[in-house]
């Protein structure tokens, strides 16, 4: 055993390694060789044309109320049990045809509600819906 040769195995190395970074940087950039025309690559067709219709204006909903007194009332007016009918009856004619929602106070007598879905039905109306309140827990 010679003193002063490097081949001593408790001298340290003080030179970064090259080999494991060449390595990598050759690695990747194969993978960006092979993938770069890959993403770039398109087909070239003829797509078709098409035209849209403008979407119809959705109508405001009807806020049909009864009270405790059986009294009704249209969107927060009051009206008389002869006019609902009529009102009825222009609203089921529009095209599209809004929703009638339906808020009864649950004071007022069954017969005030089924006899004004029995008229919003002759009258021709499709889309009728309860307002409720959920209970308090």
């Given at each position: 055993m010679?003193?002063?040769?490097?081949?001593?195995?408790?001298?340290v190395m003080?030179?970064i390694?090259?080999?494991?970074l060449?390595?990598v940087?050759?690695?990747?950039?194969?993978?960006?060789?092979?993938?770069?025309?890959?993403?770039k690559?398109?087909v070239?067709?003829?797509?078709?044309?098409?035209?849209?219709?403008?979407?119809?204006?959705?109508?405001?909903?009807?806020l049909f109320?009864?009270?405790?007194?059986?009294?009704?009332?249209?969107?927060?007016?009051?009206?008389?049990d002869?006019?609902?009918?009529?009102?009825?009856?222009?609203?089921a004619?529009?095209?599209?045809q809004?929703?009638?929602?339906?808020r009864?106070?649950?004071?007022?007598?069954?017969?005030?509600?089924?006899?004004?879905?029995?008229?919003?039905?002759?009258?021709?109306?499709?889309?009728?819906?309860f307002?409720?309140?959920?209970?308090a827990?």
């Amino acid at each position: 055993m010679a003193f002063g040769t490097q081949d001593e195995p408790d001298e340290v190395m003080n030179e970064i390694n090259m080999t494991p970074l060449v390595d990598v940087m050759l690695v990747l950039l194969i993978i960006f060789i092979i993938t770069v025309p890959v993403m770039k690559h398109a087909v070239n067709i003829d797509l078709p044309r098409a035209t849209s219709e403008p979407e119809q204006p959705k109508p405001q909903n009807i806020l049909f109320s009864i009270t405790a007194d059986g009294s009704y009332y249209w969107n927060e007016q009051k009206i008389e049990d002869g006019e609902l009918a009529g009102r009825l009856a222009a609203e089921a004619a529009k095209d599209p045809q809004p929703e009638l929602h339906i808020r009864g106070d649950k004071a007022v007598r069954y017969e005030r509600v089924a006899k004004a879905m029995s008229q919003a039905r002759e009258a021709g109306v499709r889309k009728i819906g309860f307002i409720t309140e959920p209970d308090a827990k």
